[in-house]
């Protein structure tokens, strides 16, 4: 075990001056190829103080201190994981032009109301997941992006943020679930949401259950629906006082089409991920929750296939 430490050692000390050395040359030549942002003004239109990177990266940062978060019995601090931020690198071309990469701090019932304000100020929604297990209240990370004029990017950040802040202004308390009771019967008619969502329907205890695979590869075979790789949506409840669960197989372009897609037909996104490592092409994942009519619940799903499918004959 010595000797091995010591080769890592050794190995670690000899490609240390070859990598340092590569990466200040790479950083210097991009850093001068790329124009500088203006950390000032864009501060200004995030509505946060605005810092720069050495490499002439600009960030503005929101520390979720508003609500008090426990995880397996300990307080977490903000600087332990509940930090809201974004970051703007100004692009080669067009001149002017920036991208966005960032991270929404959010609790369940901000969800709806950030995506909302990021689309509406052309922003892209990228990620949702969670970052704990055991947490009170739940914590859900919302990563965003986008390219174009910075200060419209950093407007954009500024509107999300304020959804959030809105939402705690109005209950400080983040909320879960609705007041109405309970329902615990499953009796969906099927023929009309056929009508909808086409023949197939899949029924067992009441439920209604849609099916669609995607073709992809992976390790040299071909994969597709049998694999998991799928679009589907379950209608629970009854036709009058539905719920409607599911998720969307999408490959990179078709995401932005088919979130907007989902939000405009009432439905919440309640991830957004990847489910597998090294399929071709790379396919991403929105698990979807909505509550209503069932033949609504169907036409909103039914609006985000189509939204899909106008990608998919480009």
């Keep these: 075990m010595r000797s091995s430490g010591t080769n890592g050692n050794l190995v670690a000390a000899l490609r240390g001056p070859v990598v340092g050395a590569t990466m200040l040359l790479a950083a210097n ?155 615990a019967e499953n009796r969906i008619t099927v023929p009309p949401l056929e009508a909808i969502l086409g023949p197939g329907a899949a029924v067992t205890a009441g439920v209604a259950k849609w099916t669609w695979g995607h073709p992809a590869r992976m390790h040299g075979v071909e994969v597709g629906g049998s694999m998991g790789i799928t679009t589907w949506a379950a209608f629970s409840g009854t036709d009058a006082r539905a719920a409607v669960s599911g998720d969307f197989a999408m490959t990179a372009a078709e995401v932005q089409p088919v979130l907007r897609a989902l939000r405009a037909g009432g439905l919440s996104s309640v991830a957004i991920h990847h489910h597998m490592v090294g399929e071709d092409p790379p396919y991403y994942f929105v698990h979807f929750w909505g509550k209503g009519a069932a033949a609504d619940l169907a036409r909103a799903v039914e609006g985000a296939r189509e939204a899909q499918a106008r990608v998919q004959l480009r």
Excluded: C, Y
């Design 29 to 183: 030549v991009s850093m001068a190829q790329v124009p500088s942002l203006d950390a000032v003004k864009i501060g200004e239109a995030a509505g946060v103080a605005a810092t720069v990177a050495a490499d002439g990266v600009v960030r503005v940062a929101w520390a979720r201190d508003d609500v008090r978060v426990t995880v397996d019995g300990f307080v977490l601090h903000p600087f332990a994981g509940l930090g809201s931020w974004a970051t703007l690198r100004s692009l080669p071309e067009p001149p002017g032009h920036a991208m966005l990469m960032g991270d929404t701090v959010v609790f369940e019932d901000e969800v709806d109301a950030a995506i909302d304000a990021a689309f509406a100020h052309g922003l892209e929604v990228t990620a949702l997941h969670n970052h704990f297990l055991l947490d009170e209240p739940r914590v859900f990370f919302l990563h965003i992006g986008g390219h174009g004029d910075p200060l419209a990017l950093a407007r954009g950040v500024k509107a999300t943020w304020d959804a959030v802040r809105a939402v705690r202004a109005h209950n400080a308390a983040p909320q879960r679930g609705s007041r109405a009771a309970p329902s």
